[in-house]
Each structure stands twice: as C-alpha cells, then as structure tokens.
C-alpha cells in the first residue's frame, strides 16, 4: 500500500509518496512522469513518520541549508539501471554540477561496460521519481545546457540558484525536446 501528502513550497506544491516505511517519490505539480512508478491508488495520508520527516527535511532545504540525503528513507522504484543513476545523483554534492555524458562514464564503469549512452542515462535521470532529494535538477548538458528537468525548467534553475550556484556558464536552451 502506497500512502501520499502534499507539501507547499517555494517552486509549488509537490507531492511526497511513501510505502509507509520509506520515501518513493517527491513530485513537482505537473511534473512529467508524475507518480509512474506507483502501479496502484495512492492513499491520502498526513500522519506518516516518513513523510513528516520528509517535510522537516524540505524545510531546511528550502531554507537553504544542506540537509544529507542519508537522513531519510529513500526506496526509489525502478531497474537495475536506473538505480545505478539515481545511485550516481545522490553523490553530486549540494551546489554542485555533474553532466550527462560524466554519469554515463560512471554508469559504464560500474556496469563493467566501455561505453554507455548519455541519452540513455538522460532518460533514467528524467524519470527519477524522488526530484530535489534525489538532485536530478543537478545534471546540466556538456555544453551547460540547462536541459532535461522533468520538473520544468524554470523550477531547475529556482533550485540551482537556492543551492548558490554559479549560473553564469548556463543556459536554457531555445529548442530541444527536454524543455
């Protein structure tokens, strides 16, 4: 059984997902691919330790404080694949910028392969289904293409410039199919 809250923030309302012991999704409202990953009626329900603790976390986030990944329960629902992306993003320090191409080479060497698609990893970064504690809004294109954020460009950039980052070298693209 999948149980599920709101929580208002400063990019808009989003939705936290759990399984009643850990965190399964944090989605933006309207975000692409929202809720994917549930395959079942999610059931309304404020009073759940994980989500609290989720909602105590978001707080100090958007209070710009840097609060660990490691402090909450984090069961994200996908294959083999995407969990060694997701895996990947939880390592990209807070204020910090990782590209497509440098997770494929991560992917790679731990899949034991020579080579792995940015494209293919752009798709398990869209489809993360825990956005802002999974730091998906992190990865930028090599060229600081400000592209692939499930959750809306305009929201990516809000995060990055909480996180301080320095948005001089990044764009957001006029054309493409992430925007």
């Not at 069961?75 to 990209?92: M, N, T, Y």
């Given at each position: 059984m999948y149980y599920k809250t709101t929580y208002t923030s400063p990019v808009g309302l989003i939705t936290l997902a759990c399984d009643g012991d850990n965190l399964v999704g944090v989605w933006n409202e309207g975000q692409k691919y929202h809720g994917a990953n549930i395959s079942e009626e999610m059931t309304v329900k404020d009073d759940i330790p994980v989500l609290e603790v989720t909602k105590k976390w978001l707080d100090r986030y958007f209070a710009g404080k840097n609060p660990a990944i490691s402090e909450l329960s984090l069961a994200p629902i996908g294959g083999e694949f995407r969990q060694i992306v997701w895996d990947i993003l939880c390592q990209i320090p807070y204020g910090?910028?990782?590209?497509?191409?440098?997770?494929?080479?991560?992917?790679?060497?731990?899949?034991?392969?020579?080579?792995?698609?940015?494209?293919?990893?752009?798709?398990?970064?869209?489809?993360?289904?825990?956005?802002?504690?999974?730091?998906?809004?992190?990865?930028?294109?090599?060229?600081?293409?400000?592209?692939?954020?499930?959750?809306?460009?305009?929201?990516?950039?809000?995060?990055?410039?909480?996180?301080?980052?320095?948005?001089?070298?990044?764009?957001?693209?006029?054309?493409?199919?992430?925007l």
């Amino acid at each position: 059984m999948y149980y599920k809250t709101t929580y208002t923030s400063p990019v808009g309302l989003i939705t936290l997902a759990c399984d009643g012991d850990n965190l399964v999704g944090v989605w933006n409202e309207g975000q692409k691919y929202h809720g994917a990953n549930i395959s079942e009626e999610m059931t309304v329900k404020d009073d759940i330790p994980v989500l609290e603790v989720t909602k105590k976390w978001l707080d100090r986030y958007f209070a710009g404080k840097n609060p660990a990944i490691s402090e909450l329960s984090l069961a994200p629902i996908g294959g083999e694949f995407r969990q060694i992306v997701w895996d990947i993003l939880c390592q990209i320090p807070y204020g910090g910028l990782i590209t497509y191409g440098d997770i494929a080479k991560m992917v790679a060497a731990k899949m034991n392969k020579t080579t792995m698609s940015s494209q293919a990893v752009g798709g398990a970064v869209g489809h993360n289904p825990i956005s802002i504690i999974i730091p998906c809004h992190r990865v930028v294109g090599t060229n600081g293409s400000l592209t692939g954020y499930a959750g809306g460009i305009s929201t990516k950039v809000k995060l990055l410039e909480l996180e301080g980052v320095d948005m001089s070298r990044l764009f957001v693209p006029t054309r493409g199919t992430a925007l």
